[in-house]
């Protein structure tokens, strides 16, 4: 099998990727990011151009494969968290970072909007160096411009996807848009 092949074949078996949205000649990055409830970060995400696919799920915490009622206690220390595969030749991971900032209140600590415990906190989950990077400048810059940012950057978080497929394309299957998260330029 060509290694092109090989890595289509283990993303669409590990990320659920549609094969069909899938190119054997592309190499596609995964980014993690929590801003509160993963619905509304998810629509958001979705809308840029170069997004493959998206998953709703959780990071950051200590218990393997939390469901939604465990991680709504707010005792397993996960955050609802948007997967995001990507296609880097049309979307770099600095623009999805500026996107996830400016969908959301990156000063609030433990919510967004109505939605309070720490499952909503503001997170990157960074998986590479140069993740880490590129979101500790853009929260420097955020910080010049005199935001008070309370965005956790961390790594080594393990990503669990929601199993039930209902919190999944929440928005594109019920209409409407997110009632806590909203655009607002900030860079």
């Not at 054997?24 to 995400?45: I, M, P, Q, V």
């Not at 939605?115 to 590129?134: C, M, P, W």
């Not at 005199?146 to 790594?155: L, M, N, Q, R, S």
Request: a negative charge.
């Amino acid at each position: 099998m060509r290694a092109g092949v090989s890595l289509i074949v283990a993303l669409v078996a590990a990320f659920g990727l549609k094969a069909q949205e899938m190119s054997d000649s592309k190499e596609y990055a995964r980014a993690l990011f929590a801003s509160g409830c993963y619905w509304g970060t998810e629509y958001y995400l979705q809308q840029a151009e170069g997004v493959i696919e998206t998953n709703v799920g959780y990071a950051g915490g200590h218990v393997a494969n939390p469901s939604y009622k465990e991680v709504c206690t707010g005792r397993t220390g996960h955050a609802e968290t948007v997967e995001v595969i990507y296609d880097p030749s049309k979307i770099d991971y600095e623009s999805l970072c500026k996107l996830f900032f400016e969908t959301h209140d990156p000063t609030q600590v433990n919510r967004q909007g109505p939605d309070i415990g720490t499952q909503y906190r503001s997170a990157i989950f960074y998986l590479n160096e140069e993740q880490k990077v590129i979101a500790e400048k853009l929260v420097g810059i955020l910080k010049e411009k005199g935001y008070d940012v309370a965005t956790e950057i961390t790594g080594n978080a393990t990503f669990y996807r929601e199993q039930e497929e209902y919190h999944h394309d929440y928005y594109q299957k019920k209409g409407g848009t997110p009632y806590c998260h909203m655009y607002t330029k900030k860079f």
